[in-house]
């Protein structure tokens, strides 16, 4: 079954803490992304990738950095983490091309819960 | 930009009632549309999509229609289950965008 894997269902940090959210795919997709969750604002792009060593901003960067040095996990970094980081973060991955007539063939994760203290 | 727009929620309905939850949307090109479905503690699933006007998307009895006139993807069932209550989005994407762009989620629950 195809799928892609974040390391942590809960985290509970400190403020200040630098925090290493990972998330790795088993579909040799090219693209993957870092989603932020919080109620009433639906999913905000953070990062996302399109192939090794590459990344692009998404629409809420600040405080983030990602890093891609394999082709099968993505992982989002908080260089230091403060309260409004508190929020669930999903992890997905997409092939390229998009795959015709489907959903672009995105799979999320099941999603990390971050409580920064 | 890009953007998706929901209806507010949370919906709380009993079950066998009908299902509306509203989507319309903002694109610079001709999207593809989707829904995806968050239940308790899982990720994203895809529930339904259409990626041209007119088409219509369907899948474990919700449907929803493109409708390009009036920028609207709204999402309908005709008889709720407990087991529909989940968070909802309505999202979108342009072709070779790669990026999708969601709604702000709307929380359904569905009373015995």
């Known amino acids: 079954d195809v799928k892609v894997t974040q390391s942590s269902r809960y985290l509970v940090k400190r403020t200040g803490e630098k925090v290493f959210l990972e998330c790795v795919q088993d579909m040799d997709h090219e693209n993957m992304f870092w989603y932020r969750q919080d109620p009433g604002l639906g999913l905000r792009l953070i990062y996302f990738s399109y192939d090794v060593k590459m990344k692009e901003k998404g629409d809420i960067p600040e405080g983030y950095s990602v890093s891609r040095e394999k082709k099968e996990r993505f992982s989002l970094i908080l260089e230091s983490a403060s309260t409004n980081q508190t929020s669930m973060y999903l992890c997905a991955s997409s092939p390229y091309p998009p795959l015709q007539g489907s959903n672009y063939g995105y799979t999320f994760g099941s999603g990390t819960r971050l409580t920064v203290v | 930009g890009n953007s998706v727009t929901q209806m507010e929620g949370p919906v709380t309905l009993s079950e066998e009632a009908f299902l509306t939850i509203n989507c319309t949307y903002t694109a610079t090109g001709y999207p593809s549309l989707f829904w995806y479905v968050q239940y308790p503690g899982e990720g994203l699933q895809l529930l339904l999509k259409a990626t041209k006007a007119d088409d219509k998307g369907s899948n474990k009895g919700f449907e929803a229609t493109y409708r390009k006139e009036t920028t609207s993807f709204h999402l309908e069932k005709g008889s709720v289950q407990v087991s529909d209550s989940a968070v909802y989005f309505c999202?979108?994407?342009?072709?070779?965008?790669?990026?999708?762009?969601f709604g702000q989620g709307t929380r359904l629950t569905i009373n015995p």
């Open positions: 999202a979108l994407s342009e072709w070779g965008a790669q990026k999708l762009v």
